[in-house]
C-alpha cells in the first residue's frame, strides 16, 4: 500500500475530479468547501485547465452551464446555501440535459445557519434541487476515499445519463485527512455528438435548451428523461449492508453519521445485541430493495442522520411501514455520539421484552 | 446586378417578432457580420429570456438558451472550455441590464473575450409591456401606469456609461437602429465587436437603440420618430470605450 497519501477530503476530492478528466471549475468562496477550490486554483493553471472564481454562485452554475453545453467535464462547489443559490441553474442543467458536478459539503442550515457538519440538505438534495420534475444522482461518501472515489464515479454516471451528478459530503467528510490511493487509469471518454463546439459547416446547428413551449413537447421530454430515471434506479443503486446476517434491528445512516454508528454497532454487539446497518451510498436512486427485504428479518430500522428527520422519509416509504422507524439524530452542526447511537439501539432491543 | 440575399447564418424560418419591432434588423446584422467574418461554424451564440429567447431558432450557428440574465455567464464557461470559438451573446434590457447586471458587470470587468449585443428597448417586450431598467423617467408602461416616477423607483440604468467606468472591457459602443444612416453605423459596431473577439482583445458590448411599437403603442415608424425624439436624447450615440484606440469613458 505504499501509494496511499494522507490527504483532506476537499482535497481528495478535487484530485480526483482532475483525474476523472475535468479541466473546469466554477466556485464562489464558502465555508466549509473552501478547500476544493483553493486545491484547484492551484492545480488548474499548471496542467492547462480553467479555474474561475465566479461573482457569484448563480454565475457559477451557469458558467458550468456553459462549459457542460461545449461538452467538457466540470465541476462547482458549495457548502448549503450556495447550493440553494445554485438552484435554478440546477433545474436549467436537468432541463437541457447537461452532465455536471456539483459538490455540497454541508453546513447547519436554515438560512445562514452554521458552518458545521450537517445532513440537513437530503431534501434539496434528493426531492427539490430546482423547480421542475428531475432528479439528480446523489452519492454520499463516508470517507476521505469515497469522497475521491464518488467523484469519478460522478462524472461517469453524469455522461452517460445526461444529468447532473451530486456529490453530498459534509464539513467532517471535507476536513478530515485520511490515507487514500487515487488510481483510475484514462478517464471514460464519452460521445457529446449534441455539444455545441461550432457546426464546423459540416452539420446542422445544435441547441442546447430547456424552452419547450408545445405542452404535449415537454410532456415527451419529461417522460424519456424519467425512462432514463428509471434504468439508473434499476442499475446503480449502491449501499453497504454492515452486520446484516443476523441482524433484529437495522440502522440506516450515510456519510459521517454512519460512521459513527458503525462504532455504536460494535459497542452493541459486545453486549450480545443483534444490529446491523444499511448505509445507502446513493441517496438517489435510494436503495430501496434491500430495505425492504431487511424489514422480513429485523423488528426496527434507527435513522440515524443530522437533520430534524428528513431520510426517514424514504427508510419508510422504502419499508412500506411494515416495521417501526425512529429518528436518532443531531441537528446544527452537532455530530450524535456513539453513546447516543448505542442508548437508542439498547432502547430498541428492549422493546417487546 | 446586386443580389440582396438572406444571410446564410440566418435561418430560413419566419420570425415570431411584431410588425415593425427591430430585433429583425439587429439578427440580420449579427448574421451578416458572420458570413463577412466567416465563423458561421465556428460561432457560438447565447439567447437570453426575453423577446429573444427563440433566437437559436433564427441563427444558423451552434446555440445555446440561457436562463435570465445569466447570458455572459454561459458564454463565459463556452468560451473558456473552447477558446477557439467565437461566443456572442443576444440580450434584452430585462435580461442584460436588471436581473443579470452582476453577469454583465463582472463579465465586463473579466474582459471576457465575448461579443454582447445588447438590445435596449426600454420596456419588457415579451410579457407584455412592463418597466424596464431603461424605461425612461415618465415613460408609461403596463407596471409603470402613471408613468415612471423617478422619486418612487429611481431612475435609468445606463449601461455603456456605466461599464465605461470599468478597466476592463475593451470595447463599449451605443447605436441605433431607427435610420439608414443609423443601422450602417450599428453594423460598422457589431462587426468591430466581433472582430475585436477573433482578435482577442476581449469584452465588446454594441448596445442597440431599438423600438418596440407593440409594446410603446404606437406605429412603427412613430417609434422610431420615439427614438430620434425620447431615446437618443436619453442615451446618446457613440464610442464609450475603444481600449485599442485609447478611448476611456465618455460619449461622442
Known amino acids: 500500500m505504499t501509494d496511499k497519501v494522507l490527504m483532506k477530503g476537499n482535497e481528495a476530492l478535487a484530485e480526483a475530479a482532475i483525474m476523472a478528466g475535468c479541466r473546469h471549475y466554477f466556485g464562489y468562496p464558502i465555508t466549509p468547501q473552501t478547500e476544493v477550490a ?41 457548502s448549503s446555501p450556495g447550493i440553494a443559490l445554485k438552484s435554478e441553474g440546477l433545474s436549467y442543467l436537468a432541463g437541457a440535459d447537461l452532465p455536471a458536478v456539483i459538490i455540497n459539503v454541508q453546513r447547519g442550515g436554515p438560512g445562514l445557519g452554521g458552518i458545521q457538519p450537517s445532513q440537513s440538505d437530503y431534501f434539496q438534495a434528493t426531492k427539490a434541487g430546482g423547480h421542475g420534475d428531475f432528479r439528480m444522482i446523489v452519492l454520499a461518501p463516508n470517507s476521505v476515499q469515497e469522497m475521491a ?24 467528510m471535507g476536513q478530515m485527512m485520511e490515507p487514500v490511493s487515487l488510481n483510475y487509469g484514462e478517464p471514460k471518454k464519452i460521445e457529446k455528438p449534441w455539444a455545441v463546439t461550432g457546426t464546423k459547416c459540416l452539420r446542422k446547428h445544435n441547441v442546447v435548451n430547456s ?16 425512462e432514463r430515471y428509471k434504468q439508473i434506479e ?61 424489514a422480513d428479518k429485523v423488528k426496527e430500522f434507527i435513522c440515524v442522520e443530522m437533520s430534524m428527520g428528513q431520510m426517514i422519509e424514504d427508510v419508510e416509504l422504502a419499508v412500506r411501514c411494515k416495521k417501526p422507524v425512529t429518528l436518532c439524530n443531531r441537528v446544527g452542526g452537532m455530530i450524535p455520539s456513539p453513546e447516543q447511537v448505542l442508548a437508542s439501539i439498547v432502547e430498541a432491543s428492549k422493546k417487546g421484552e | 446586378m446586386i443580389v440582396f440575399d438572406k444571410p446564410k447564418s440566418l435561418a430560413d424560418v419566419s420570425m415570431h417578432y411584431c410588425p415593425g419591432c427591430t430585433h429583425g434588423i439587429v439578427h440580420r446584422l449579427v448574421a451578416e457580420v458572420i458570413d463577412e467574418l466567416g465563423i ?112 418612487h423607483c429611481g431612475f435609468p440604468v445606463k449601461v455603456c456609461e456605466m461599464l465605461s467606468q470599468l478597466d476592463g472591457p475593451e470595447y463599449l459602443e451605443r447605436v441605433a437602429v431607427n435610420s439608414v444612416k443609423n443601422v450602417r453605423n450599428a453594423k460598422k459596431a457589431i462587426r468591430k465587436a466581433f472582430e475585436n473577439q477573433i482578435a482577442g482583445k476581449g469584452f465588446s458590448l454594441v448596445e442597440v437603440i431599438s423600438s418596440c411599437p407593440t409594446n410603446w403603442g404606437m406605429t412603427p415608424q412613430k417609434a422610431l ?16 470605450k475603444d481600449r485599442s484606440a485609447n478611448k476611456e469613458g465618455g460619449n461622442g
Open chain 1, 38 to 78: 483553493a486545491y484547484l486554483a492551484k492545480r488548474m493553471p499548471k496542467i492547462g485547465g480553467t479555474f474561475l472564481q465566479a461573482e457569484s454562485e448563480i454565475a457559477a452554475i451557469n458558467m458550468v452551464y456553459g462549459v457542460a453545453a461545449a461538452g467538457l467535464r466540470v465541476l462547482t462547489s458549495s
Open chain 1, 149 to 172: 472515489d464518488l467523484t469519478v464515479k460522478a462524472f461517469d454516471l453524469a455522461d452517460q445519463y445526461r444529468m447532473t451528478a451530486m456529490i453530498l459530503a459534509d464539513g467532517t
Open chain 1, 211 to 226: 424552452l419547450f413551449l408545445v405542452p404535449d413537447e415537454l410532456e415527451q421530454f419529461n417522460f424519456a428523461r424519467y
Open chain 1, 234 to 294: 434499476e442499475n446503480e443503486v449502491m449501499y453497504e449492508e454492515y452486520m446484516m446476517d443476523d441482524a433484529e434491528i437495522c440502522i440506516v445512516a450515510f456519510g459521517i453519521a454512519a460512521r459513527v454508528s458503525k462504532n455504536a454497532i460494535s459497542e452493541a454487539r459486545k453486549q450480545g445485541i443483534k444490529v446491523g446497518m444499511i448505509r445507502p451510498i446513493t441517496l438517489w436512486p435510494f436503495p430501496k430493495a434491500p430495505m425492504l427485504k431487511a
Open chain 2, 40 to 151: 458561421e461554424g465556428i460561432t457560438v451564440g447565447v439567447a437570453p429570456v426575453g423577446c429573444s429567447v427563440m433566437a437559436y431558432n433564427y441563427f444558423n450557428c451552434d446555440m445555446v438558451e440561457a436562463a435570465h440574465g445569466r447570458a455572459p455567464a454561459v458564454a463565459t464557461g463556452l468560451k473558456r472550455a473552447n477558446p477557439d470559438s467565437i461566443v456572442f451573446t443576444y440580450q434584452g434590457d430585462g435580461d442584460l441590464a436588471s436581473i443579470g447586471t452582476a453577469e454583465t458587470v463582472h463579465s465586463a470587468a473579466r474582459n471576457e473575450n465575448i461579443t454582447i449585443i445588447f438590445i435596449n428597448n426600454a420596456i419588457y417586450g415579451m410579457t407584455g409591456g412592463q418597466m424596464a431598467p431603461t424605461s425612461l423617467p415618465g415613460q408609461v408602461t403596463q407596471t409603470s401606469p402613471y408613468g415612471r416616477d423617478t422619486s
Open chain 2, 225 to 240: 420618430e420615439w427614438i430620434d425624439e425620447k431615446m437618443i436624447p436619453y442615451y446618446p450615440l457613440g464610442v464609450y
